[in-house]
């Protein structure tokens, strides 16, 4: 099963006030385990940087004055993204970015239904709790020292083992491979009958024979019969 694991960063709160996309972080999964493949992208968002949005990801006017507009790495980011079950932590603020983005271009947004919530997952396992990224990091054990300003990509790589802890724990995927990499050798015969070992013949000597014949003597009515020794 491939997902894909992602997160955005935004100069706001909503697309349809204005807000626009300038930072995603796509990491693939297969069988809850990274295969390593990631997608990374700053956008231009052709509109000034909020103060309070630069103070969370630190992506200024400057920085990002010479990165490509979302129209020109659309198609590498959904060549990648491919028909993959996307995961965010609360996805629904992620998907509508993505997809006013692609509604602005014209092109096809993407379904609900592929779209798994890691927020509502944490609220029905850990009822009560806080669910920040940074709190189910703290409660999994997951080393987050690294993160000093909120970044796409890094984010979705924490998210992969906040997701697979929520899944079940890291034992998961270790055992589960693709059928692609199941290996059967194909036997025209089976070497056991193709080779059959050869017969091993004991001798026995002429000593073990007479003490075998003096040890049955002595026995008194032997169930096999009195001509057994013979």
Same mark, same amino acid.
């Given at each position: 099963?491939?997902?894909?694991?992602? =997160?955005?960063?935004?100069? /706001?709160?909503?697309?349809?006030?204005?807000?626009?996309?300038? $930072?995603?972080?796509?990491? @693939?999964?297969?069988?809850?385990? $990274?295969?390593?493949?990631?997608?990374? +992208?700053?956008?231009?968002?052709?509109?000034?940087?909020?103060?309070?949005?630069?103070?969370?990801?630190?992506?200024?006017?400057?920085?990002?004055?010479?990165?490509?507009?979302?129209?020109?790495?659309? =198609?590498?980011?959904?060549?990648?993204?491919?028909?993959?079950?996307?995961?965010?932590?609360?996805?629904?603020?992620?998907?509508?970015?993505?997809?006013?983005?692609?509604?602005?271009?014209?092109? $096809?947004?993407?379904?609900?239904?592929?779209?798994?919530?890691?927020? *509502?997952?944490?609220?029905?396992?850990?009822?009560?709790?806080?669910?920040?990224?940074?709190?189910? +990091?703290?409660?999994? /054990?997951?080393?987050?020292?690294?993160?000093?300003?909120?970044?796409?990509?890094?984010?979705?790589?924490?998210?992969?083992?906040?997701?697979? @802890?929520?899944? /079940?724990?890291?034992?998961?995927?270790?055992?589960?491979?693709?059928?692609?990499?199941?290996?059967?050798?194909?036997?025209?015969? =089976?070497?056991?009958?193709?080779?059959?070992?050869?017969?091993?013949?004991?001798?026995?000597?002429?000593? $073990?024979?007479?003490?075998?014949?003096?040890?049955? *003597?002595?026995?008194?009515?032997?169930?096999?019969?009195?001509?057994?020794?013979?």
């Amino acid at each position: 099963m491939r997902e894909i694991v992602f =997160d955005t960063e935004t100069t /706001g709160l909503s697309f349809s006030s204005g807000d626009r996309l300038v $930072e995603i972080g796509c990491v @693939e999964m297969i069988n809850r385990s $990274e295969t390593g493949r990631t997608f990374h +992208c700053y956008f231009h968002p052709e509109r000034p940087m909020p103060a309070e949005a630069q103070r969370i990801h630190g992506l200024s006017d400057a920085f990002l004055s010479d990165k490509p507009r979302f129209h020109e790495k659309v =198609d590498d980011l959904l060549g990648f993204i491919g028909d993959a079950v996307l995961v965010a932590h609360n996805a629904t603020f992620d998907f509508g970015f993505l997809n006013g983005e692609l509604k602005k271009l014209g092109r $096809e947004i993407i379904a609900l239904e592929r779209m798994i919530d890691t927020v *509502a997952m944490a609220r029905q396992r850990h009822p009560g709790a806080k669910h920040s990224l940074d709190a189910l +990091c703290s409660r999994y /054990g997951i080393d987050r020292s690294h993160r000093v300003l909120h970044g796409a990509l890094l984010d979705a790589q924490l998210l992969c083992q906040v997701y697979i @802890e929520l899944t /079940g724990g890291r034992q998961i995927g270790l055992t589960l491979v693709s059928e692609e990499e199941i290996v059967v050798p194909v036997l025209d015969e =089976d070497p056991r009958v193709a080779q059959p070992r050869p017969m091993r013949v004991f001798a026995v000597s002429a000593d $073990e024979l007479a003490r075998h014949a003096a040890f049955v *003597a002595r026995l008194k009515n032997p169930l096999w019969g009195a001509d057994a020794s013979g």
